[in-house]
């Protein structure tokens, strides 16, 4: 009987919460500002900003959908779809308005359960604390990243998120072979389009309640990369920021901007980088 | 028989005149025999009924033409018809035997040496007849002639057969002598330069005919022979190279050998090779890697058959110099694409390509990779030569034409044209005709005629398929044989893209095309301009190739490496150095050309050139190389290897003590190699050399008339006599025969 009432007060306690974050939660915004086309023609395009779906570690698919979820939270349920589609599509916006890159406006999702990800050889990830792999997803996402393919990883923070992402991650890519290196100033992933000297923290939205730059206890961020035999980077790791918000929010005039110009220069980079290395 | 006949031996007829030694003019007996004929025909005309049968009537004509053609006999021995031939004048006439003294002669046909057989055929009477009526000089032939006192001397062992050279000898050493004809006994196996007319000329201006005598078999039974192996001077570093195998066989068609190639031992390729009809020229076509840098002796062979009957003539050598120089390409690309990375990725895979590009990442910025230092392309696109010419290849991807300045344009064109450049144009929302390639100034430089609209450009998928050029292209060759290249590119996945590139132009290769929207069209055109190369691939999705395969299949870096070098590797530097045979064989005589360009490469007519020869036992040489009057730039150089050994050559040009440039050549001096191939007897050439020069080709058993023939010459000491025909028995044989076969049909046809 006990269990039956505790149940049902997590279950309770999950839908009111799914209804606080529906209606505004910390933040939150129902209808993208930035008008995008998604008409046949316009899927036409080089680049299409690639969000990776995975399995969260402690769900049994792949959670929720974005949108529903904002904040702190949604470790559980849905994380990868984090900030979904808003920071994607202010982002592409800012690639489009800056970069010769023909990049389609809206945004595409892609998992590992088809090889159509290898039509998208640059993805993003984000909440990479929760991910997961079945053995054949791994066997994909490690063939995508050695023929070509780039994975930019995102918004986890602390030590614990590092020690669940690398669970996952060395299911696709063994330590002994993919060390994890830092990234320095000199590092060509910052001098592709603009030359990235002096790097911050970028901050969750959070920052405009909590005034912290830092989440759990990932005070200092964490610019770092796997490389392959080349010493090309496959994969640019974001730890302790939270670039994808900074994305969502660089239009909320509470959200600093030198936190958004930030994110949009790492991630422009990030992007040209993956297209010319 | 036609002795008997005609009185005198063919060869007096062959070289006679025909005169008549009656005082009458010619057109009288012309006439004679004309007015004899038709006062025939009139009396015979007369005769017939009016409105006699066909038959009749042809009867008659056969009579007219039987009594006529003895008239017209009786009118010609009237006229006293003779021959006028040249003869020699007894014992004041040289006649020189050459007798083939190389280890070809060596081999033994029916039991017996060719040389022993030669030297019998001498001694079984010939020379004595000869000697009769001639002075009899005796030379030793191989690679050039040496006087000798006598059939014992000779040895068969020279390394060498130089027809042409000893002939050129015996003409000058017996310049002021009365040479009256000159014997040549050989095999026919030539390993010098050839013979022709220009060889012959010093023997032919003194009307001195050249009789060969044949010796050995034409064909071999049993044996398997490697004819020639076409393989180029130079090759890239790691690239993989076709040679082709000529051969030929006797005895063995049907059966099969294998063909190798080896470098110092090491198998680079095995394949097997069926034997064709006896005879036949077979040649079959070889792809191996080359490896890495430096001079290569590549020996090509064909495995020794059971009872073959030379086993030295199965192999060759080659010699490749293998360049380790990298070659840069600059690549020029107008927005990022996955298209750039993926063929950046491919290069960097490749050791001998340098990729420098130089990407528009926003309006205002060019992003460059792979630059030697920060000023490389610093400002952009090269607008001076030098810059430009420094890189041996060009791409330009999604960029207008209109980026590039009238005068860049033009440097574009020099880089191909003059320069010998390679150009590669690729698919792209701001290329080919959606670029305004079509209408710039560099049109004519592209391979298709681009068609005349816009919107070209799709994201639409294609699929790619070879043509027959290009399933044995170098550029497109994804496995060696062809049929499984064609097969391969058909499984290879759909292009993300494609591009309208219009039409290929006249003397345009397409090695594949696309098709797309219900429809075929050229994918990959190339076409040489100028000096250079230039070719269109109209997409920018072979991307997908590299992603969508499986990880690690080469097929899209085999690919454009392939491509990329292409574009580079006959991309030579300002000075280019060559040399006529890589193989000398035994007479050391090497040429060595170069042609010299300045940085801008413009032809340099007033260089000072010099070719510094390294060879075996610590040779060395510094030799001037001079300028070819009719041909601004090109310089050669003609020496003598005086040894057996592999030679280098370091071409140095220098302009009022600039240095200009510099290249290397490779060549070797082989000795006794060449005497072991071509071993059969060589008729042709014997008969074209007699031809040549008024001679004839004899058969060793046919030597008895040798004597006879030698006479009738004009050479030497000679003096031009007649012989009468009147009394030959063939003549009375025709006095009786007509008649009697006129009486004959007369009794047949019942018109006595």
């Excluded at chain 1, 929010?249 to 040209?272: L, T």
């Excluded at chain 2, 062992?157 to 006994?185: F, I």
């Excluded at chain 2, 190639?261 to 040649?283: I, Y």
Aim: proline residues 4%.
């Amino acid at each position: 009987m006990k269990r039956r009432r505790a149940i049902t007060v997590i279950g309770l306690l999950a839908l009111s919460t799914a209804v606080w974050a529906q209606f505004g939660g910390l933040r939150s915004f129902s209808t993208p500002p930035i008008t995008t086309d998604v008409s046949p023609t316009d899927a036409k395009h080089e680049f299409a900003w690639s969000r990776l779906r995975y399995n969260a570690a402690y769900g049994s698919d792949y959670g929720g959908y974005g949108g529903y979820f904002y904040g702190y939270g949604g470790r559980f349920s849905g994380a990868w779809s984090r900030d979904y589609p808003k920071a994607d599509i202010v982002f592409l916006a800012a690639l489009r308005r800056l970069t010769r890159v023909d990049a389609r406006s809206y945004q595409q999702v892609v998992d590992l359960d088809s090889d159509d990800i290898f039509n998208y050889p640059f993805v993003y990830a984000v909440q990479v604390e929760s991910w997961t792999f079945t053995e054949a997803q791994a066997k994909r996402l490690r063939e995508y990243l050695l023929k070509g393919g780039f994975l930019m990883v995102d918004d986890f923070h602390g030590t614990v998120d590092w020690e669940h992402f690398l669970t996952g991650l060395r299911m696709v890519l063994p330590a002994e072979s993919y060390p994890i290196t830092d990234l320095s100033d000199d590092d060509e992933i910052f001098h592709v389009l603009y030359d990235i000297g002096h790097r911050i923290q970028v901050p969750g939205e959070q920052y405009v309640v909590t005034g912290r730059t830092y989440e759990k206890d990932g005070y200092v961020p964490k610019w770092r990369a796997i490389r392959d035999d080349k010493g090309r980077v496959i994969v640019a790791i974001c730890h302790n920021m939270h670039l994808g918000d900074a994305w969502e929010w660089a239009d909320d005039s509470e959200y600093p901007e030198e936190f958004a110009s930030m994110a949009f220069r790492v991630g422009i980079d990030y992007v040209m980088y993956s297209m010319t290395h | 028989m036609f002795q008997w006949l005609f009185k005198f031996p063919r060869a007096v007829f062959a070289r006679g005149e025909l005169v008549f030694l009656s005082s009458w003019p010619t057109w009288a007996l012309l006439l004679a025999c004309l007015v004899g004929a038709a006062a025939l025909a009139a009396v015979i005309i007369r005769q017939l009924p009016p409105g006699a049968a066909r038959a009749h009537r042809a009867r008659a004509a056969v009579i007219w033409l039987l009594q006529s053609a003895l008239v017209s006999l009786l009118l010609v021995l009237l006229w006293q018809p003779a021959l006028s031939v040249s003869q020699l004048k007894s014992q004041q006439n040289i006649v020189a035997f050459l007798i083939d003294d190389s280890r070809s002669m060596r081999l033994e046909d029916e039991g017996a040496s060719r040389e022993a057989e030669a030297v019998a055929t001498l001694q079984g009477g010939v020379l004595d007849a000869v000697a009769r009526r001639f002075q009899v000089r005796l030379y030793r032939l191989d690679q050039g002639i040496a006087r000798i006192d006598g059939l014992k001397e000779l040895r068969a062992e020279g390394a060498a057969t130089h027809l042409s050279a000893g002939l050129r000898e015996l003409a000058a050493e017996t310049a002021g002598l009365p040479l009256g004809a000159v014997v040549l006994l050989s095999d026919g196996s030539d390993n010098g330069t050839g013979v022709d007319a220009e060889a012959l000329a010093p023997l032919r201006e003194r009307h001195i005919p050249v009789h060969t005598v044949g010796f050995g078999r034409e064909r071999a039974r049993q044996d398997v022979e490697l004819d020639d192996v076409e393989l180029g001077a130079r090759a890239l570093a790691d690239a993989r190279v076709a040679a082709v195998v000529r051969f030929h066989q006797y005895g063995y068609a049907g059966r099969q050998t294998r063909l190798s190639v080896r470098d110092a031992g090491k198998v680079l390729a095995s394949m097997p090779v069926s034997l064709e009809a006896d005879g036949t020229e077979q040649s079959q076509r070889v792809l191996f890697d080359v490896g890495a840098a430096g001079v290569k002796s590549l020996q090509f062979a064909l495995d020794l058959l059971p009872g073959e009957e030379n086993g030295s003539n199965n192999a060759l050598s080659r010699l490749l110099d293998v360049d380790a120089d990298q070659r840069s390409v600059l690549y020029v690309e107008g927005e990022p694409r996955w298209e750039y990375k993926f063929i950046r990725r491919a290069a960097d895979d490749d050791r001998m390509l340098r990729l420098v590009s130089m990407l528009r990442t926003s309006e205002n910025k060019i992003y460059r990779q792979n630059v030697r230092d920060p000023g490389e392309l610093a400002q952009g696109f090269p607008t001076r030569a030098p810059e430009l010419f420094a890189y041996q290849g060009l791409v330009i991807g999604s960029v207008e034409a209109s980026y590039f300045t009238p005068a860049q344009q033009q440097l574009i064109r020099q880089f191909v044209d003059r320069r010998g450049g390679g150009l590669l144009l690729l698919g792209g929302r701001y290329a080919l005709a959606d670029g305004g390639w079509g209408a710039a100034g560099l049109a004519d430089l592209l391979p298709t005629i681009l068609p005349d609209a816009h919107d070209t450009f799709h994201v639409d998928p294609a699929t790619v398929e070879l043509t027959e050029v290009g399933a044995d292209s170098p550029i497109t060759r994804l496995t060696d044989d062809a049929a499984s290249n064609i097969q391969r590119w058909k499984k290879l996945p759909y292009l993300m893209d494609y591009q309208d590139a219009g039409v290929p132009k006249a003397g345009a290769s397409v090695l594949a095309n696309l098709n797309a929207d219900g429809r075929q069209m050229p994918l990959l055109v190339t076409e040489p301009y100028g000096r250079g190369r230039t070719a269109v691939l109209a997409t920018s999705g072979t991307w997908r190739w590299q992603m969508s395969l499986p990880l690690g299949d080469p097929s899209f870096d085999t690919y454009w490496q392939q491509l990329l070098r292409w574009l580079v590797t006959d991309a030579h530097g300002p000075v280019v150095a060559s040399v006529e045979r890589p193989e000398i064989h035994d007479d050391g005589h090497a040429l060595l050309a170069a042609e010299v360009r300045d940085a801008d490469y413009e032809l340099v007519a007033d260089a000072a050139v010099e070719a510094h020869v390294l060879g075996p036992n610590g040779l060395a040489a510094r030799l001037p190389m001079q300028p070819v009057w009719d041909a601004p730039g090109q310089y050669l150089l003609e020496w003598q290897a005086p040894q057996a050994g592999d030679y280098l050559t370091e071409v140095v040009a220098t302009r009022r003590g600039q240095p200009l440039g510099r290249d290397v050549v490779y060549f070797r001096r082989l000795d006794g190699v060449a005497e072991n191939f071509h071993t059969e007897q060589n008729r042709a050439l014997l008969e074209r050399i007699a031809t040549l020069t008024g001679g004839r080709y004899w058969r060793p058993r046919e030597l008895s008339r040798l004597a006879d023939e030698i006479d009738l010459s004009s050479a030497g000491i000679s003096a031009r006599e007649s012989r009468e025909l009147w009394d030959m028995p063939a003549v009375l044989l025709l006095l009786l025969g007509l008649p009697m076969l006129e009486w004959l049909v007369r009794r047949l046809w019942g018109v006595v």
